[in-house]
């Protein structure tokens, strides 16, 4: 089992950056993929970014390369979102999600544990 914590969200103006960082706790954390998905009103769940469980491959959703970087800490604990030019677009709440696999995928039914969310508003 894997309870996980984001932190990070808030307001921002358009052009800006946040942080957005994970905290995980449970067992055999470096052994599972990780992912952040967001969820803007009205709109279907996506996968912003992915990390395999050592770090060395990531995914990214087209909206996003070149703006966002996904890493890990394996002895922290943690997962972290860096997301730099912010568009309004960008604004969701943003899930932090753990795979009990060491496989990468962006599918969100691939994904066994979530966070609760935090919200990120970019303003215009």
């Known amino acids: 089992q894997v309870q996980l914590l984001e932190s990070g969200g808030g307001l921002v103006q358009a052009g800006g950056s946040l942080r957005l960082s994970c905290a995980a706790s449970?067992?055999?954390?470096?052994?599972?993929?990780m992912a952040w998905f967001r969820q803007a009103p009205g709109k279907e769940c996506e996968c912003v970014a992915a990390?395999?469980?050592?770090?060395?491959?990531?995914d990214y959703a087209d909206s996003v390369k070149g703006r966002f970087t996904i890493s890990r800490d394996n002895a922290k604990n943690r997962v972290y979102l860096q997301m730099n030019s912010l568009k309004p677009e960008d604004t969701a709440v943003y899930y932090c999600?753990?795979?009990?696999?060491?496989?990468?995928?962006?599918?969100?039914?691939?994904?066994?544990?979530w966070g609760q969310g935090t919200q990120v508003t970019v303003s215009s």
């Open positions: 449970g067992r055999a954390f470096s052994s599972y993929v």
């Open positions: 990390i395999e469980h050592w770090g060395g491959n990531t």
């Open positions: 999600a753990a795979r009990a696999s060491t496989i990468i995928t962006t599918n969100t039914n691939e994904y066994n544990y």
